[in-house]
């Protein structure tokens, strides 16, 4: 059997605006099943938890079905990548070690399925507004990241929380939906400028912006493709060995 490289992105497991947060991680383990057999790779392309903060000796309770099926991916012999979001910035050395998993940090180039494909969250890539460069730099910063683990959790984690569901509550379905097409020329764009420099890179893969779309029309340039999310399209990203890709769409419901 020829084995198989999927992406997934923007799961945002243990959203706390969500009431479905449980059945939600049922869903993405039911649909780690399906690919155990015939996965040579996973790639996690951000926001796959919708907070998570590792403390040297502690992490946050939770997602236990979701990493005991990376935990079995794992065993089996499946390659883990996870790139890290705006929501799961702070993933540092316990599942990286605990999974044999590589973690990256902002848009890589790698070599998946027999393509040059560039993978990112999506929130690192083309221009950004200022506030949004300077709290990214927060999230990233050594200083600030040993500042924020200095204070007892029972106050980041409902500080953290209560501002990604502002986040995401706040905003209309029409003001959301522009937003993320914004988003898209973005990334499209920096996609274009990219591919013109390195005409290597075969295929551009994100997350972030929630929206499912295989952007394999674009003139001169190779396909962009926008993983969608887990929240209610369920998509993910199939390539194949002769490096045929297509996106799909799991237990729509």
Not at 10 to 20: S, V
Not at 81 to 86: D, H, K, P, Q, S
Not at 176 to 183: D, H, L, S, T, V
């Amino acid at each position: 059997m020829s084995k198989k490289t999927y992406f997934i992105s923007d799961l945002h497991l243990g959203a706390k605006y969500m009431a479905d947060s449980l059945e939600r991680e049922r869903r993405v383990c039911r649909f780690l099943d399906t690919i155990k057999d015939d996965a040579a790779e996973l790639y996690l392309l951000g926001d796959i938890l919708d907070y998570w903060y590792e403390y040297k000796y502690v992490v946050p309770r939770g997602y236990i079905r979701f990493l005991g099926k990376l935990a079995e991916l794992a065993d089996a012999g499946v390659r883990l990548t996870w790139v890290t979001g705006n929501h799961d910035v702070w993933l540092f050395d316990y599942l990286r070690d605990q999974l044999n998993m590589t973690v990256l940090n902002g848009h890589t180039v790698v070599q998946a399925g027999g393509k040059r494909v560039l993978i990112a969250h999506g929130d690192d890539v083309g221009v950004q507004p200022a506030m949004y460069r300077f709290t990214r730099w927060c999230f990233y910063n050594k200083v600030c990241q040993w500042l924020y683990a200095a204070i007892h959790p029972r106050w980041t984690y409902p500080i953290a929380t209560g501002w990604s569901s502002e986040n995401r509550t706040r905003r209309d379905p029409n003001q959301q939906a522009a937003i993320a097409e914004r988003a898209a020329t973005r990334l499209i764009d920096f996609s274009r400028e990219y591919s013109a420099q390195h005409p290597d890179v075969e295929a551009f893969v994100y997350g972030h912006i929630h929206l499912a779309r295989m952007n394999d029309n674009l003139p001169g340039m190779p396909p962009v493709v926008f993983l969608g999310e887990w929240i209610n399209l369920c998509s993910y990203l199939v390539l194949d060995t002769d490096g045929h890709m297509e996106l799909k769409f799991f237990e729509q419901k």
